[in-house]
């Protein structure tokens, strides 16, 4: 099955979250800057939720990069991802019009650890259709420290919401931070891979 498709599907579905997300970003009616000041919860939850959705996008991609095939069960498998991610949004616009009260940032961490839930069901899809075929992407993800490390953060986040909401907020940017650091492994293996293969 051709993966082209899916991952240019997968690519307008994420551009199309993040429109409709910056689309909730209201103008003020004041045109002095002391206007913008009740607008910065907003535009903070905008930009984390914007860094997530840059993540998913990037790893997305380099995932499919490393893919040899997929069967029906990945495209399932990447609409689960694509529904939770589709959410993002809704919280982000809650949890900042909101002020960050307890219940949107939980809320919103509810979506990020569902976000992280479905990224892994896609990658163990796609690692189990790989099966017969050499893979990169299973020798670059070993024990995948990473995504297992997200969601216990997301898992610790959501009920120290109701303790104190900076606490979320500073785990919740602390995973996306994790993330943020350059992961070359997945491209290495594909470099490794290329320089193995015959010349045409």
């Known amino acids: ?20 997300m910056v689309l909730e970003l ?17 535009f903070l939850s905008y930009l984390l939720s914007f860094v997530y959705l840059g993540i998913y996008w990037n790893n997305h991609h380099h995932m ?52 992280a839930i479905s990224y892994t069901i896609l990658l163990r899809t796609i690692l189990a259709a790989q099966r017969g075929v050499s893979s990169p992407l299973a020798a670059a993800v070993g024990d995948d420290r990473k995504g297992k490390l997200s969601l216990l953060v997301y898992a610790t986040a959501i009920p120290l919401a109701f303790v104190h909401q900076s606490i979320a907020h500073v785990l919740y940017a602390v995973v996306a931070l994790i993330w943020l650091v350059p992961d070359t492994r997945i491209e290495s293996r594909l470099q490794d891979a290329a320089g193995h293969e015959p010349a045409a």
């Open 1 to 20: 099955m051709n993966k082209t498709r899916l991952e240019a599907f997968s690519d307008g579905v994420i551009a199309i979250i993040i429109t409709i």
């Open 64 to 115: 499919l990069q490393a893919t040899r095939r997929i069967n029906g069960a990945t495209l399932w498998a990447n609409l689960h991802l694509l529904f939770w991610l589709s959410l993002v949004p809704f919280v982000t616009s809650w949890m900042g019009e909101n002020h960050y009260e307890a219940v949107p940032t939980a809320a919103y961490g509810v979506v990020l650890f569902c976000c």
């Open 26 to 42: 209201r103008p003020p009616h004041g045109a002095d800057w002391s206007a913008l000041r009740p607008l910065i919860p907003s």
